[in-house]
């Protein structure tokens, strides 16, 4: 697995790797200091570096790691996908959100090719310099209907959410959701306060009851406050029901339990996780025609 510790960005908690540069230039016979522009990863080796020197770090450290060893334990992530990110290299709550993604990348263990990135205001330096982070840039502009694998960490800093309606309807099914680990504006929040608009949103609202969300504590950006508000950690619900005990009657004779092995699932602590509680009837994953203004609307990534 290649790691983002062996190029030029450093993730663990000593922070990024950078140097400033500059020249010297001559100008009649004195000489004077010209700063080179700081690449796109020295820019998020500051960044970072602020964000540690900063009294709320350590919490929000503590925070990460224990969402994400908790979601480890529910879910194979081995992919992502980043949708409207921005231009990292002019704006700073879009360098915020980038090193939050590769810290993410890091943390789940997701080998940085499989984090597949996209955005139309992304310039050619910036497309160069992501690939040198060792992630993989999309070139066409799917408006949102992307068709993602299992196991995938869908990262949607505070994107349209016609986009995530139209991620959702791309891949609607239960093997895909009851996978997927979704970065992002709580939808829960989102669609409550639209409820006139719900006939637009299907899968949206039909998904919002079934999912888990744990969102970023409030006081843990200080200056990165306005790159993060809103966002939390979204996943469909589990059943963490303490496993059955055997009855009397599942019991061979003899008291000895059945020797037919049974297929283990995942576990969190001291539960064991049930089924992904997501409905079977067909009525809920047969889904009606797009709406019209959500399908023809090529605005969104």
Request: net charge negative; glycine share 8%.
């Amino acid at each position: 697995m290649t790691s983002l510790a062996s190029s030029a960005l450093e993730l663990p908690d000593n922070g990024f790797v950078y140097v400033s540069k500059a020249k010297k230039k001559r100008k009649g016979n004195s000489r004077t200091l010209v700063s080179e522009p700081l690449s796109l990863q020295n820019q998020l080796g500051l960044t970072r570096q602020e964000f540690q020197s900063s009294e709320e770090w350590t919490g929000f450290r503590q925070f990460l790691g224990g969402i994400t060893q908790e979601l480890s334990g529910r879910h194979s992530t081995k992919r992502g996908l980043c949708l409207g990110l921005g231009s990292p290299s002019t704006s700073i709550d879009s360098r915020w959100q980038l090193v939050l993604l590769l810290d993410l990348v890091n943390r789940f263990g997701i080998d940085p090719p499989a984090i597949e990135i996209y955005d139309p205001l992304f310039t050619q330096d910036e497309i160069s310099q992501l690939q040198s982070l060792g992630l993989s840039i999309l070139s066409e502009n799917l408006g949102g209907r992307h068709t993602i694998d299992e196991g995938t960490l869908l990262y949607l800093p505070h994107c349209p959410m016609m986009l995530l309606e139209r991620l959702l309807r791309a891949n609607w099914s239960r093997e895909k959701l009851e996978t997927l680990v979704l970065v992002g504006n709580d939808v829960g929040e989102w669609i409550e306060g639209r409820r006139s608009h719900q006939a637009k949103y299907t899968c949206i609202e039909r998904i919002v009851p079934f999912l888990s969300s744990t969102s970023f504590p409030p006081d843990a950006f200080g200056v990165a406050t306005t790159a993060f508000a809103g966002i939390s950690f979204q996943v469909v619900k589990f059943d963490v029901s303490p496993p059955k005990q055997p009855g009397a009657a599942d019991l061979q004779l003899g008291g000895s339990a059945p020797s037919r092995k049974k297929k283990r699932r995942p576990t969190m602590g001291a539960e064991t996780l049930g089924p992904a509680l997501l409905p079977t009837d067909d009525s809920f994953w047969d889904l009606p025609e797009e709406d019209s203004s959500l399908a023809h609307d090529q605005e969104v990534l």
